[in-house]
């Protein structure tokens, strides 16, 4: 059972940044892949970004590219989302989740294929 505890969020201006982690409580945390989530109120959890097991390949959700950037450190047991040019719209509780699917990576934004979820973290930005 792995448990994930994201950490990083607050409020921000916009325009602003914020780095979000994603620390796992187990090392066999490099064996699976990553990705962060997002749900603001009233709307449905949405994909943001992933990370394969390994940090090779990485895929995002077509409003964050260019301004996030998913990272992994295996030896931490960390994941981490960068997000730059935060815009108002950012606003949402951020999600990481851990799956070992396989599938091919451009299918990996069902959040039915992650075995493991973290709590979440509120990232609020201010216009």
């Known amino acids: 059972q792995v448990q994930l505890v994201e950490s990083g969020g607050g409020l921000v201006q916009a325009g602003g940044s914020v780095r979000l982690s994603c620390a796992a409580s187990?090392?066999?945390?490099?064996?699976?892949?990553v990705a962060w989530f997002r749900q603001a109120p009233g709307k449905e959890r949405e994909f943001v970004a992933l990370?394969?097991?390994?940090?090779?390949?990485?895929y995002y959700e077509d409003s964050v590219k260019g301004r996030f950037t998913i990272s992994r450190d295996n030896a931490k047991n960390t994941v981490y989302l960068q997000m730059n040019s935060l815009k108002p719209e950012d606003t949402a509780v951020y999600y990481c989740?851990?799956?070992?699917?396989?599938?091919?990576?451009?299918?990996?934004?069902?959040?039915?294929?992650?075995?493991?979820w973290g709590q979440g973290t509120q990232v609020t930005v201010s216009s």
């Open positions: 187990e090392s066999t945390f490099s064996s699976y892949d």
């Open positions: 989740a851990a799956g070992s699917s396989r599938e091919p990576i451009a299918t990996m934004t069902r959040s039915r294929l992650y075995d493991y």
């Open positions: 990370t394969t097991w390994s940090g090779g390949s990485t």
